[in-house]
Structure formats: C-alpha cells, structure tokens
C-alpha cells in the first residue's frame, strides 16, 4: 500500500519556514511521503502570512488555486491568516481543516481529520495565553540550502503599524541548550550555515529568570557550537551594544550580516509608529558596526506611506538613508490592519503617492547592494553555494557578508561553502570564481 502524500506551500517569514519543517517530520513520522507539488498531494499544507492586506489576498488566491489543481485533496491551512481570521478561512468552500499557531506543530488532528476518524473542524486557541515556545528538534532541514533555527517566538512591542503581535503572542525564548543540540544535529548532517530566526529575536532571553541577553546566546553558540556558519536574522538598533559588536568583530562563526529594521529615517514619523529609538541612535548603531567591521552588510526595513507622512517627512527618510552607510533595503508600502492603532489614524496616504516612494527607495537599494558588491571586487571570501541561477550564470554564491553573485559551478555542491574570488566586469554585474581545487574539479 502506497504511503499518502503532502505537500506544503509556506509564505512569509523565516519562521514559518521552520513551523512548516517541524509540521513535515510530524507528518512523516505518522508514515506520510513529502512530494513537491501540491496539485499531485493526498494533504495540501498552506501555512500562511497576514503581515500585509496582501498576504491576506494571496493566502485566499492559494486556496483557491491548489483546489481547483487538486479538488480531491485534504486542504488545510495553518499560520498567521489563520489565527487572524480562522472563521473566515473556515467557512470557505475549498478549506478542510484550520489549525492556529498555538496548535500546529500537533498534526494529530489533521491527521484524524484526514482518514475519517474526526470531522474537519477549526482549532482555535487563545495565542496571547503564555505558555513556553514550541520548540521541535529537526532532523534535517529540507525547505532551504540554510537552515533556519528559532530561538524566539512572540512579540511585546505594540508598534502603530503591526500587526504581528496579536497572531504570534508575546515573547518566548527558546534555551540555548536547544538552539545548540540543533546546531550541532544539522552540522552533523552536512549544514553549513544556520540563520537565527524568531519574530523579535532581539528580546530573547528576557522571559527566563534570571534574565537574559541575546548576546548570551550568542557567547553559548560561539564556545559551544560546531564549525558552522550562524547568521542573524534580524535586531533591533537598541538590542545591539559594544560588547556584541566586539563578539561579532572576533566571531569565526557569527557572519558579518545584521537586518536591522529602521521603518522610517525621521524622527516624528518613528514617534508615530511608537519604534523604541530615534535616528540619532540608529545611526550611531550603524556607524559603529561599521567601523569594528568594515566589511560588513547592513540592512533595513522601511515602511513608506505611514498615515500622516508628509512630503517633507518622507524626504527626511530619504536624506537620513543617503548619510549613513546602509547597503539594502526592504521597502514595504503600509498596508492598513485592522486592529492596529495605525488603522483609526486620520491623513491615510493615497496609493500611488506610496507607489512612487516606495519605487525611489527600491531604485535606492538596488544602488546601494550594487556598491556593497563592488568594494568586495578583487578580494577573496568565504561563499555557500545556493541552489538558483543569477543575472545569466547558472548557479549563485551568498558571501559570508551577504554578497550573491553569480558563479559557474556544479549543482552538486550545493550548500558547500569554499573560498571565492569577486570580480567586476563592468559597473553592474560583478561574479564569483570559486578558488577551492577540490570544487572547481568536476564532481
């Protein structure tokens, strides 16, 4: 008798992409086969993302599109919309099961549910209620070349714009004596890079007693952890001292990459948001990143079109990103969720004004990823091979300090890490040659 099928299909965050690995062992572990595609699965996993009115639109054009692929199926569909909006995704035509964040690692009742033995229903459950962070131990890591660990889940912050908080809770850290067994189990199989990942990752620590710091976890990793590479996912511009910045400096296994998210680069503007600094601050953050590590690649988030942002507010973003050495950007334009304070401001800015502020900064990014790249050109460094074409070459390279460039390579060593060199042909593509005997010669 033929094993039954799933197949997942994750949106949003790193995180889910671990929620959804933890999801698959379970699924495997009660004798299910993982395929690819969801058109040809027994169970359809849709584990979803509501940070945007348009990951809301997605998640629902998803489930409209894998049913009519695959009308015998088993839908189900977990995450973020769904413990948003669980009713809602419930009473759709093409859905089968609901499960929230506070129940989906328990694929019992899906499992139930899909050979007949309970009927289809919605698992609701109060996420704000506390309760440790779910944490699973992974035997692999399928969805991605790196694998990515959470340390965190949860947020207390109440920025105006977010919404994230009300479908993940508040903060729960994972311990470190966790986060390190899960290093070293996908070290031992063949990993080489991890990304640290949670929905505020800086505030890891601050639920134990005694509390803690997330440069704790970072000591613990860097005396403890095997030869791997460890990346952060993201911090915010006060969850980072001297002290970190020196560990990192030293670090052979913390990768000089930070996110750190800026939303707006003026001060009334971050007022309104109810962010947790100014850009005095931030900017003093970067600067001294930079110059413990030149090399470094800094990024940020930044939102355009917050209600009540002026001409002259968003132009004090702009201004404030061209003073300081930020090298990318993620541009999001504000997408108005209810239950936010954001959402009963007056002055809502009209779409097309947030269209072409968002375009001037991607424009921005693009820029400035493009120079980050070019003053790496001649030197040598540490590069994993990722598993997707880049600008004609075959195959890509993601340096240790977040460069991707485009190499000639074999798939074959796919998530390897060797030594590159960078080269600049011309002002706008700059490549990868890898320097490594053993991975230029043939497999």
Not at 50 to 67: A, C, G
Not at 98 to 103: D, G, I, L
Not at 144 to 163: E, M, P
Not at 258 to 281: F, K, N, S, V
Request: net charge negative; hydrophobic share 35%.
């Amino acid at each position: 008798m033929s094993k039954a099928t799933f197949a997942f299909h994750t949106m949003g965050c790193k995180l889910n992409f671990y929620d959804s690995e933890v999801m698959s062992s379970g699924f495997e572990e009660h004798g299910f086969k993982q395929i690819r595609d969801p058109k040809d699965a027994d169970l359809v996993i849709i584990n979803t993302c509501t940070v945007t009115n348009n990951s809301d639109s997605e998640s629902r054009h998803l489930i409209r599109k894998y049913r009519r692929q695959n009308p015998r199926s088993f839908m189900v569909v977990t995450g973020c919309y769904a413990q948003a909006a669980g009713q809602t995704i419930a009473a759709m035509d093409e859905v089968d099961f609901v499960t929230t964040n506070v129940e989906k690692y328990n694929v019992q009742p899906i499992i139930e549910a899909f050979e007949g033995a309970s009927s289809p229903s919605i698992e609701e459950h109060d996420i704000m209620e506390k309760r440790p962070a779910e944490f699973r131990l992974l035997q692999k890591f399928e969805a991605k070349t790196r694998a990515f660990i959470k340390v965190q889940d949860g947020c207390n912050l109440r920025c105006a714009y977010c919404i994230i908080p009300f479908v993940r809770g508040n903060n729960r850290s994972v311990p470190a004596s966790d986060v390190i067994e899960q290093i070293k189990i996908l070290a031992d199989k063949g990993v080489e890079e991890v990304v640290l990942t949670g929905i505020h990752i800086g505030t890891w620590g601050r639920d134990f007693r005694p509390r803690k710091h997330i440069q704790d976890l970072l000591e613990a990793i860097e005396s403890s952890a095997p030869d791997i590479w460890v990346r952060i996912s993201s911090l915010d511009s006060p969850e980072i001292p001297d002290d970190m910045i020196d560990l990192m400096a030293k670090s052979d296994r913390i990768v000089p990459h930070l996110h750190i998210p800026l939303q707006a680069g003026d001060d009334r503007t971050l007022r309104r948001m109810r962010r947790q600094y100014d850009t005095a601050q931030y900017a003093d953050r970067i600067q001294r990143l930079k110059e413990a590590m030149p090399h470094i690649c800094i990024g940020a988030d930044v939102i355009v079109g917050f209600p009540g942002e002026t001409d002259e507010d968003f132009e004090s973003t702009y201004a404030f990103l061209q003073r300081i050495p930020m090298d990318y950007l993620h541009v999001f334009p504000y997408s108005n969720r209810k239950g936010t304070a954001a959402a009963a401001y007056d002055e809502q800015i009209n779409g097309r004004i947030i269209k072409n502020r968002a375009r001037l900064l991607r424009d921005f990014s693009d820029e400035r990823k493009r120079l980050h790249a070019e003053r790496h050109a001649g030197q040598i460094r540490r590069a994993i091979l990722l598993p997707k074409p880049y600008q004609g070459y075959p195959m890509s390279v993601l340096t240790d300090n977040y460069i991707e460039l485009g190499i000639d390579m074999d798939k074959a060593y796919i998530g390897r890490r060797f030594d590159v060199c960078i080269h600049s042909q011309k002002a706008d593509d700059c490549y990868a040659v890898a320097l490594n005997t053993a991975v230029n010669a043939s497999p």
